[in-house]
């Protein structure tokens, strides 16, 4: 296991100079995070998709689309640790891992600067709504810390536990109010407002209390303790509610700040449940009436960035946590002929492309050149150093090891045809590596990574193995976009190459793939730029 060992900067970033530029020359930032969202679950990705996404669609088309953008993991708990950390999980000494019950402690440790300590720093206003699910410590009633498992949140001692020691207010964000596992699948099922618990667990939730849209779609809703009034059907809905006042309040109290507002949904992850009035939304079934309940979302809140007068002083950034479900993937192609994965071999937790390549969104009016597409190579890392770059602030190279700065491909000052980043590495559910290297791709592990293709519907999806005794894997995605073609023996060469790339960027202590000596570019870094 690696072991990774990071240096205490939160209180140095704390106590850093201002930004390089005038507060109200940075922009405002909104990062719009879904979960199990495929590549193809998008219309302005999927052209074949069995609904439309109207208001994303839009977003894209006045903004920048990545159609080469990838999770850091597989799963979500360390791709959202990416998120935050811009770095992979391997960096922990922890392999990836999705929290349930009283799950901990957070992957992002103690003294790790966070993207949102960055940012505020620089002099943002920082807020998260939605799921956390990074992993939380809590003590029982004689200080022990407790670990998973859902019997174990009845031996939580709140008093004990909170203000929570590694909740959001612990890791940079002024405001927050969150979930602290999945918010309809895992429980721990509780509110978690600005460190603080607002109600206890105290109520057995039973599945059979919601609906189950279809006869399946209510799948892997967990039953467990709950708060009382805790709310499953709408749980989006209030998120973005939240998330929205947050804008109005900031306005109207802090106008003199930029913010940092980071919109964590579940959509669409399972179980599927549409909130009031989205349900029978298409004809695409729950799960694509659930996706569009996330377009209007999204259009909500831009439309209240539009009516105070900020669409133009704020970048929006639209991503996802990982690939599309197993079961969704497979009940989406055999009942709506849609296919989440977007054509991409894969699903959640697979090392192929469709566990981890993602849509990725950005967009700020008169900055960023509307109605582009990019094959630059991206992940989700990339966020903290391109948003640490913008805002002028520095970052000493043993912070977000695995964040390229993004700013010249946001701009078009990068052409496609000159790659930012030369590499990429990603991890699949059990915490094995892919290298991405060009056209090359190397999975350093046979089969997918994640899922098992030898049982039940998903021996559908298997696909012939054409070098069945190589210990990995290597496609040329140019040639095999598909990585049906494992040509590990045929390209010696290539292989032997990355393998030593490989062990030399996840070396235990020293590990990295992000550039040293990264410098800020501040906002000249995204100059207006001429239309819109």
């Given at each position: 296991?690696?072991?990774?060992?990071?240096?205490?900067?939160?209180?140095?970033?704390?106590?850093?100079?201002?930004?390089?530029?005038?507060?109200?020359?940075?922009?405002?930032?909104?990062?719009?995070?879904?979960?199990?969202?495929?590549?193809?679950?998008?219309?302005?990705?999927?052209?074949?998709?069995?609904?439309?996404?109207?208001?994303?669609?839009?977003?894209?088309?006045?903004?920048?689309?990545?159609?080469?953008?990838?999770?850091?993991?597989?799963?979500?708990?360390?791709?959202?640790?990416?998120?935050?950390?811009?770095?992979?999980?391997?960096?922990?000494?922890?392999?990836?891992?999705?929290?349930?019950?009283?799950?901990?402690?957070?992957?992002?440790?103690?003294?790790?600067?966070?993207?949102?300590?960055?940012?505020?720093?620089?002099?943002?206003?920082?807020?998260?709504?939605?799921?956390?699910?990074?992993?939380?410590?809590?003590?029982?009633?004689?200080?022990?810390?407790?670990?998973?498992?859902?019997?174990?949140?009845?031996?939580?001692?709140?008093?004990?536990?909170?203000?929570?020691?590694?909740?959001?207010?612990?890791?940079?964000?002024?405001?927050?109010?969150?979930?602290?596992?999945?918010?309809?699948?895992?429980?721990?099922?509780?509110?978690?407002?600005?460190?603080?618990?607002?109600?206890?667990?105290?109520?057995?939730?039973?599945?059979?209390?919601?609906?189950?849209?279809?006869?399946?779609?209510?799948?892997?809703?967990?039953?467990?303790?709950?708060?009382?009034?805790?709310?499953?059907?709408?749980?989006?809905?209030?998120?973005?509610?939240?998330?929205?006042?947050?804008?109005?309040?900031?306005?109207?109290?802090?106008?003199?700040?930029?913010?940092?507002?980071?919109?964590?949904?579940?959509?669409?992850?399972?179980?599927?449940?549409?909130?009031?009035?989205?349900?029978?939304?298409?004809?695409?079934?729950?799960?694509?009436?659930?996706?569009?309940?996330?377009?209007?979302?999204?259009?909500?809140?831009?439309?209240?960035?539009?009516?105070?007068?900020?669409?133009?002083?704020?970048?929006?950034?639209?991503?996802?946590?990982?690939?599309?479900?197993?079961?969704?993937?497979?009940?989406?192609?055999?009942?709506?002929?849609?296919?989440?994965?977007?054509?991409?071999?894969?699903?959640?937790?697979?090392?192929?492309?469709?566990g981890h390549r993602v849509p990725l969104i950005a967009r700020w009016p008169g900055h960023i050149p509307a109605g582009r597409k990019t094959t630059q190579l991206a992940n989700t890392t990339d966020l903290y150093a391109t948003l640490a770059s913008l805002t002028g602030a520095e970052l000493p190279d043993d912070v977000a090891v695995d964040s390229f700065d993004l700013l010249?491909?946001?701009?078009?000052?990068?052409?496609?045809?000159?790659?930012?980043?030369?590499?990429?590495?990603?991890?699949?559910?059990?915490?094995?590596?892919?290298?991405?290297?060009?056209?090359?791709?190397?999975?350093?592990?046979?089969?997918?990574?994640?899922?098992?293709?030898?049982?039940?519907?998903?021996?559908?999806?298997?696909?012939?193995?054409?070098?069945?005794?190589?210990?990995?894997?290597?496609?040329?995605?140019?040639?095999?976009?598909?990585?049906?073609?494992?040509?590990?023996?045929?390209?010696?060469?290539?292989?032997?190459?990355?393998?030593?790339?490989?062990?030399?960027?996840?070396?235990?202590?020293?590990?990295?793939?992000?550039?040293?000596?990264?410098?800020?570019?501040?906002?000249?870094?995204?100059?207006?730029?001429?239309?819109?």
């Amino acid at each position: 296991m690696l072991s990774y060992r990071l240096p205490a900067l939160a209180l140095a970033l704390a106590a850093a100079p201002a930004a390089t530029a005038p507060a109200q020359d940075l922009p405002n930032i909104v990062i719009l995070y879904a979960d199990d969202l495929g590549y193809g679950d998008l219309s302005c990705l999927n052209p074949d998709a069995a609904y439309q996404t109207p208001r994303l669609d839009r977003l894209a088309a006045e903004g920048l689309l990545f159609t080469d953008a990838h999770s850091p993991c597989t799963i979500c708990s360390p791709s959202r640790y990416g998120l935050l950390s811009g770095n992979l999980v391997c960096r922990t000494g922890r392999k990836p891992r999705a929290f349930e019950g009283p799950g901990g402690p957070s992957f992002l440790q103690e003294g790790v600067p966070t993207l949102a300590d960055t940012l505020r720093a620089q002099g943002y206003r920082t807020a998260i709504f939605g799921k956390w699910h990074l992993g939380l410590t809590w003590f029982d009633a004689d200080g022990e810390r407790l670990g998973g498992g859902f019997d174990n949140s009845l031996k939580i001692d709140y008093a004990k536990s909170t203000p929570l020691l590694d909740g959001p207010q612990t890791r940079g964000f002024d405001v927050s109010f969150v979930t602290p596992n999945c918010p309809t699948t895992d429980p721990l099922y509780l509110y978690i407002e600005n460190g603080n618990v607002v109600e206890p667990a105290s109520m057995r939730h039973k599945r059979d209390t919601l609906p189950n849209p279809g006869g399946k779609w209510r799948w892997d809703n967990d039953e467990g303790w709950m708060a009382p009034g805790y709310r499953f059907l709408d749980a989006d809905v209030m998120f973005c509610d939240k998330a929205m006042a947050f804008v109005r309040e900031h306005r109207e109290a802090h106008s003199e700040q930029p913010f940092l507002l980071i919109l964590s949904t579940q959509i669409a992850h399972a179980p599927v449940l549409p909130a009031a009035g989205f349900d029978g939304k298409t004809d695409a079934g729950p799960r694509g009436d659930f996706v569009v309940e996330l377009d209007t979302l999204a259009g909500r809140l831009l439309d209240l960035l539009a009516e105070l007068e900020i669409d133009d002083d704020t970048l929006v950034l639209f991503n996802s946590d990982n690939g599309p479900e197993t079961l969704h993937t497979i009940w989406m192609r055999q009942d709506h002929q849609h296919d989440a994965a977007g054509g991409w071999r894969g699903m959640k937790r697979d090392g192929w492309e469709g566990g981890h390549r993602v849509p990725l969104i950005a967009r700020w009016p008169g900055h960023i050149p509307a109605g582009r597409k990019t094959t630059q190579l991206a992940n989700t890392t990339d966020l903290y150093a391109t948003l640490a770059s913008l805002t002028g602030a520095e970052l000493p190279d043993d912070v977000a090891v695995d964040s390229f700065d993004l700013l010249p491909v946001l701009s078009g000052q990068r052409p496609d045809d000159r790659p930012l980043r030369p590499h990429m590495l990603t991890q699949s559910f059990r915490g094995e590596f892919q290298l991405r290297a060009g056209k090359w791709k190397l999975l350093a592990h046979q089969g997918s990574g994640g899922n098992g293709y030898d049982r039940g519907a998903m021996q559908d999806y298997a696909l012939p193995e054409t070098a069945p005794e190589a210990p990995g894997q290597l496609y040329d995605l140019e040639a095999d976009p598909g990585e049906t073609r494992n040509l590990w023996f045929e390209q010696a060469a290539v292989r032997k190459r990355l393998m030593a790339s490989l062990a030399e960027w996840t070396a235990e202590g020293t590990g990295r793939t992000a550039p040293r000596d990264r410098a800020p570019r501040g906002p000249a870094g995204l100059p207006r730029s001429e239309g819109r």
